[in-house]
């Protein structure tokens, strides 16, 4: 959760207990996938394959949970595309994309995760209004997110990234998620590093740069 969070309880269905499998040969955790039905409100919207960033997309209230690097869904494909193609379009590279790409896969699963997890927390990085991070609509508008995370969100109050760890590629990339988030579980960032280097591996040389 995003800065000065409080700690999530840990049950059986906690929305944290994420899934890597595939080729990393990391071991999956258990994880029930509540997928909503493609019929239901906020799914089964522009689904497609077009590099355009609409508004739609932007905007879009995603309700689906769980995470399998193998088994990323056409939603989690764009929005790790959309996270390249931003960190791209502010000229940062591989190092700031993983961090970003590790935090969304741990607080929303790489979906702009509709209704809010904690108190009012939303979007790719279940950011928080109360804590400075935008407005109800900015945290859950996914280009205005991005900035904020990365800390160049004129809309944002909250330190970000590069105001947070301005070295940030000497740092390990879960270190720098958790210095921005400040998570009550910080070592869940790490976890998912992996599974952030193969998603940039596998899609940045086709992203291009978005900086609208």
Same mark, same amino acid.
């Given at each position: ?84 193609? /931003? ?11 993983? /961090? ?38 900015? /945290? ?24 947070? /760890? ?19 579980? *910080? ?21 291009? *740069?978005?900086?609208?």
């Amino acid at each position: 959760m995003a800065s000065t969070t409080s700690a999530r309880p840990l049950s059986p269905f906690s929305r944290r207990r994420l899934m890597i499998a595939g080729s990393l040969g990391l071991a999956a955790a258990a994880m029930p996938l509540a997928v909503a039905p493609a019929t239901a409100a906020g799914v089964g919207a522009e689904r497609t394959d077009s590099d355009e960033w609409t508004e739609k997309f932007l905007t879009r209230a995603e309700t689906r949970e769980g995470f399998v690097l193998e088994a990323m869904d056409d939603w989690q494909v764009k929005n790790a595309k959309f996270i390249i193609a /931003v960190v791209k379009g502010h000229e940062l590279g591989e190092s700031v994309a993983v /961090v970003a790409l590790s935090t969304a896969i741990v607080e929303a699963w790489l979906y702009n995760y509709e209704p809010a997890v904690d108190a009012d927390s939303g979007g790719l990085f279940q950011q928080r209004p109360s804590m400075g991070w935008g407005s109800y609509d900015e /945290v859950r508008h996914k280009k205005h997110a991005v900035d904020a995370f990365l800390g160049v969100g004129e809309h944002s109050q909250a330190p970000g990234l590069l105001q947070a /760890v301005p070295d940030v590629e000497n740092w390990e990339p879960g270190a720098a998620a958790q210095a921005v988030q400040a998570s009550a579980h *910080p070592e869940r960032y790490a976890e998912q590093v992996g599974a952030a280097r193969e998603i940039w591996a596998r899609y940045a040389d086709d992203v291009e *740069p978005y900086a609208a």
